[in-house]
């Protein structure tokens, strides 16, 4: 980064020079991102629609993914913006290990995400914010950790659950009713296919499972064997459960009154 | 003043050859060599920190003999040069072949230019292919040429008598375990013909390893999967020896 910095800064997301604007710039969106928390690791899931205003821009867009073997990072936001910087992440982690010799604890990796996010800031005042989340296994604590952040870099961790994206809101009601510490790998990535289809019943920019395009959320794990995504037979095994037990109940599992 | 002696640009270049060479001779050999399912590395290294064998890229290893700063700067650099690449382009636009170039040239201007003192090292960078026809591997001594490698190669003090070795016992096909025989077999006869003992935490192991499903293929091999291997010698198939490397997290 700062060898970047020195010889090429204009590889660099935050040292553009910005163009003046007229009007809101139209970009794809990212929308909903969902992380749990379960013993032994943690599971980041995104929905697949990327929105440019009123019109969905891509259907199949991909908007988890690996940081290193540990970690994963979820974006919402502007997509192109967001992917760029999740490739420069992905790559200051991987350069960091090569040289040092050893990996980045997860606080580390999460602070230097934060630094990222508040680079970006003066696009954020643009309209094209990027509000990543994002997840590891800590290898030192052992247990699986969110973080979550705002425009600004504001870094937090969150515990058990947590949603970032238009579609946020409904997702984390679902998680709220749904969560529990003693969840299973197989339920917790359940959980997360719920409160997406949650955000997707009630945010239009969150798109729900496609069973006539074959397009399934994508789910990944992390744990301390490191990070892994489910094949598409996966997802769409658990997108599937989800759907025909929505069709008998389609406001998805009730929580107990009291 | 006094009139400098004139030294001809011959006799110099012959000098600092000298000198390099003289440096890295004072360094433990190690060798690399090719298997079935990848490229390894193999050195007598005592220090558990201070590292020989080192990913660069994807696919792409290096290993060095002679002065540790030295080559430490020059792994810095190669690490920066595949990085920076692979963020401007992509990742399958680094290639073994451009990263020794890149190093033939660093280490050719250092040593001959009079200024400064030439780099007593001698490096290898190897990328492993889809298939065994695809490895490659590059030898650099310290004057900056490149030589193009195939089946084994050693460097360091020992370097000539090893390869000779390992030229008439390395064949095409070997298992990681009998690779690892047979440069731990090369690396410990003497000068002298006479054979030492180098025990498991003396040895410093790492494999760029085809089959690895993630998209870095370099690995250490340390601790139990390394005295496990050594133990399979070339007696067992090849089968178990690939349970060996899958298994184990990543000691990096």
């Known amino acids: 980064m700062d060898f970047l910095s020195e010889h090429q800064p204009e590889l660099l997301p935050g040292k553009r020079k910005l163009p003046p604007v007229q009007g809101a710039i139209e970009a794809p969106h990212g929308t909903t991102i969902v992380a749990v928390t379960f013993p032994g690791g943690v599971v980041l899931a995104g929905d697949r629609r990327a929105t440019m205003g009123n019109v969905i821009a891509q259907r199949d867009i991909e908007k988890v993914f690996p940081a290193d073997e540990y970690s994963a990072v979820g974006i919402a936001g502007t997509a192109g913006l967001a992917v760029e910087m999740v490739k420069l992440f992905q790559l200051e982690l991987e350069h960091f290990e090569k040289v040092e010799g050893a990996q980045l604890s997860l606080e580390g990796k999460a602070n230097r995400l934060s630094t990222m996010i508040r680079s970006n800031l003066g696009m954020a005042m643009q309209g094209l914010a990027v509000v990543p989340l994002f997840a590891g296994y800590d290898v030192d604590r052992e247990k699986g950790r969110i973080f979550s952040y705002d425009v600004t870099g504001g870094r937090s961790e969150e515990q058990g659950y947590a949603a970032t994206g238009s579609g946020s809101i409904f997702a984390r009601g679902a998680m709220k009713k749904l969560f529990r510490d003693d969840l299973s790998e197989a339920e917790a990535t359940t959980l997360v296919v719920q409160a997406l289809y949650d955000a997707a019943d009630d945010d239009s920019a969150t798109g729900g499972p496609d069973v006539a395009r074959r397009i399934y959320p994508i789910v990944t794990v992390i744990t301390e064997d490191g990070f892994r995504r489910l094949t598409e037979d996966e997802a769409s095994g658990i997108a599937r459960s989800v759907l025909e037990r929505r069709l008998e109940q389609p406001d998805g599992p009730r929580a107990a009154l009291l | ?252």
């Open chain 2, 1 to 252: 003043m006094s009139t400098p002696f004139y030294v001809s640009p011959q006799q110099a270049m012959a000098d600092r050859a000298e000198y390099a060479r003289k440096g890295i001779a004072r360094g433990r050999s190690l060798v690399v060599l090719q298997y079935a399912d990848g490229i390894v590395f193999v050195g007598e290294n005592p220090s558990r920190a201070l590292h020989k064998f080192s990913e660069i890229y994807d696919r792409i290893g290096f290993a060095a003999a002679g002065k540790y700063n030295e080559y430490e700067n020059l792994r810095i650099g190669g690490v920066r040069y595949a990085d920076l690449r692979g963020y401007t382009y992509d990742r399958d636009d680094v290639t073994a072949r451009g990263l020794a170039n890149v190093y033939a040239q660093t280490l050719g201007t250092i040593f001959s230019s009079v200024g400064e003192k030439p780099y007593e090292v001698e490096l290898v960078v190897a990328e492993v292919g889809e298939t065994p026809e695809q490895d490659q591997i590059y030898r650099l001594p310290h004057d900056g040429s490149i030589v193009d490698e195939h089946g084994s190669v050693a460097v360091g003090g020992n370097a000539e008598q090893i390869s000779g070795y390992l030229d008439q016992r390395h064949r095409d096909g070997m298992t990681l375990a009998e690779a690892l025989k047979l440069a731990v077999q090369s690396l410990s006869r003497d000068t002298n013909g006479s054979e030492r003992e180098i025990p498991a935490e003396r040895l410093e192991v790492a494999v760029l390893d085809r089959t690895r499903p993630q998209k870095r293929k370099f690995k250490r091999i340390t601790g139990r999967q390394l005295s496990r291997l050594l133990e399979a010698g070339g007696a067992e198939t090849a089968s178990e020896a690939e349970a060996d490397t899958e298994s184990g997290g990543d000691v990096e």
